[in-house]
């Protein structure tokens, strides 16, 4: 079974940082594009960050200088660095799991909350 499992979410002031994490397992988590979504009360969900196989990274804008998302083969694990949080960055987050060569895989876990105060 594949198993996607979020911790690192919670409340936080505006100005602050989190640190999500992402262990997968049931995956050959190195072939896998690793991305974070989030979905905030009446929006579409949206791509915060992904980075590739190759460890290449792209980020929304609305994020870009303040997340950072790395990965780490050896544990099997994606994390999303966030610094300088904002209220708008308000939102449940989801970790993603994708591979698209050789038919299509594409998992999630079960979504972290996470809260910034003015």
């Known amino acids: 079974q594949v198993q996607l499992v979020e911790s690192g979410g919670g409340l936080v002031q505006a100005g602050g940082s989190l640190r999500l994490s992402c262990s997968a397992s049931?995956?050959?988590?190195?072939?896998?594009?690793m991305a974070w979504y989030r979905q905030a009360p009446g929006k579409q969900r949206e791509l915060v960050a992904r980075?590739?196989?190759?460890?290449?990274?792209n980020y929304a804008d609305s994020v870009k200088g303040r997340f950072t998302i790395s990965r780490d083969n050896a544990k099997n694990t994606v994390y999303l660095q966030m610094n300088s949080l904002k209220p708008k960055d308000t939102a449940v987050y989801y970790c993603?799991?994708?591979?698209?060569?050789?038919?299509?895989?594409?998992?999630w876990g079960q979504g972290t909350q996470v809260t910034v105060s003015s």
């Open positions: 980075i590739t196989i190759t460890s290449n990274t």
């Open positions: 993603n799991a994708l591979r698209v060569n050789n038919g299509r895989y594409d998992y």
């Open positions: 049931g995956i050959i988590f190195s072939i896998y594009s």
